[in-house]
């Protein structure tokens, strides 16, 4: 039983005297702090604090979380890593072998997260059998988000292929406006990156590539195709790109200055919290040539050992709210993101969220859902940063040519597995 930890007198008692429940501290890492994404983290620290525990914000800017991993990684060697940490995909698995997370299986077990939860998601949460993380969401990453306006005032229908991309975006820059809105950070770099693979090669060739890294596939005639393709677009980015976060890029297309964007969903997070409306103030369609497809992504925490029993059961209550229904709706609602928990009422959510709980059920099916290389799904953090040298290089100079990027991609993807 809990005490009713929403009064303080209920808190204060429950520091004093042992009746079970404990109120503890949990201090929690992510990279949330975009509008739409500080709104998300504000639902987890709000339904903590009803519980009676306290959330340390242990927040670090930038997209993607790359910085926040090297603030981890240096916390975690000095012996004092936060109590919980927004960590994902196959990293899950590389903190778990260091031996660095706690099980939660008993939180698991007494939820039936195994029943509540696609299989795809808990396989990515559990390390040798045992869960060790818990998800927040399901992001689909090859997503076009457009501005209807640009597209009405220059007359041209929303891209279906990267042909039909160029073609549109070409129009669009001689009406004067940016047509992609874009950020110089390797991540978006690799997200766009990912898309072109995806739309071009397909799911089949997207995985041969970034899930086997079959080599024959990296040096492929098409993919030296994908990296031309891939090229054309820095033709339609504007020349201040550089450094520019993803959240000022979605602006861009917010406020009208340019027609579309290539992000994953949290850029949702960020017209919800401008009031926009989907299907009337901006639009969200698959990424060119992947309405087949769906680039799964998805968010996590994993709980690191800690000590003292107040801060331990704060961890599990974190752990338990997460995957609640509650919870799930109220944060994926803000986020632009889909629950990962299955059987949630659809109501509240919006066309794009239909969309994409549709595609992901449908795409599951017929193995066009596959993990994103981008954001950490696919492969390891070591195979990842390589192939963000690779892409971004190639993107942002004249340096190589599609063939060279190909060969440099394939090497250097052998050389970090
Ligand atoms: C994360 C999202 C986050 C985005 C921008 C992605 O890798 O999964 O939760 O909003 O990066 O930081």
Not at 52 to 73: C, I, N, P, R
Not at 83 to 98: M, N, P, R, V
Not at 260 to 275: H, L, N, R, V
Not at 312 to 338: C, H, V, W, Y
């Amino acid at each position: 039983m809990k005490l009713a930890k929403k009064s303080v007198l209920g808190v204060a008692l429950s520091g004093l005297i042992s009746l079970g429940a404990q109120a503890g501290n949990v201090e929690v890492l992510h990279y949330w702090t975009s509008g739409g994404e500080a709104k998300s983290a504000a639902v987890l620290k709000q339904l903590l604090e009803k519980e009676g525990h306290q959330w340390k914000d242990f927040a670090v800017a930038g997209g993607g979380g790359e910085s926040a991993m090297t603030v981890l990684k240096s916390r975690a060697v000095s012996g004092n890593p936060p109590s919980a940490a927004q960590i994902k995909g196959l990293d899950i698995k590389e903190w778990a072998d260091l031996g660095f997370l706690t099980q939660l299986d008993a939180v698991a077990e007494s939820a039936g997260w195994d029943q509540l939860l696609p299989g795809v998601v808990s396989d990515v949460m559990k390390y040798d059998g045992h869960y060790v993380a818990v998800p927040v969401n399901v992001h689909r990453v090859n997503w076009l988000w457009a501005n209807p306006e640009i597209f009405q005032s220059v007359g041209v229908d929303i891209p279906k292929t990267w042909g039909e991309f160029i073609e549109v975006a070409d129009k669009i820059k001689d009406a004067g406006y940016v047509p992609l809105a874009h950020g110089g950070q390797a991540w978006q770099d690799a997200t766009v990156f990912e898309a072109v693979v995806l739309g071009e090669g397909g799911a089949e060739f997207y995985h041969k590539a970034f899930v086997e890294h079959d080599q024959a596939t990296l040096t492929s005639p098409k993919m030296v195709e994908i990296l031309a393709t891939f090229k054309k677009l820095r033709n339609y980015i504007d020349s201040d790109s550089a450094g520019r976060d993803w959240n000022i890029a979605t602006s861009m297309v917010i406020n009208g200055k340019a027609a579309m964007q290539i992000m994953g969903d949290w850029a949702k997070g960020e017209f919800t919290a401008a009031g926009k409306k989907p299907g009337t103030d901006y639009l969200c369609v698959a990424a060119p040539g992947t309405s087949n497809a769906f680039t799964f992504n998805i968010d996590s925490f994993a709980m690191f050992d800690v000590k003292g029993s107040g801060s331990k059961e704060a961890q599990a209550d974190l752990a338990r709210l997460i995957m609640e229904p509650q919870f799930q709706e109220t944060f994926n609602l803000n986020k632009g993101s889909i629950p990962a928990r299955l059987g949630m009422p659809r109501a509240n959510f919006d066309s794009c969220a239909h969309t994409s709980m549709d595609d992901f059920v449908a795409t599951s099916k017929s193995g066009g859902l596959v993990p994103s290389m981008a954001h950490g799904m696919s492969t390891t953090s070591a195979v990842q940063g390589a192939i963000y040298d690779v892409v971004t290089n190639y993107f942002n100079s004249d340096s190589l040519s599609a063939e060279q990027a190909a060969d440099k991609l394939a090497r250097a993807i052998k050389a970090a597995i």
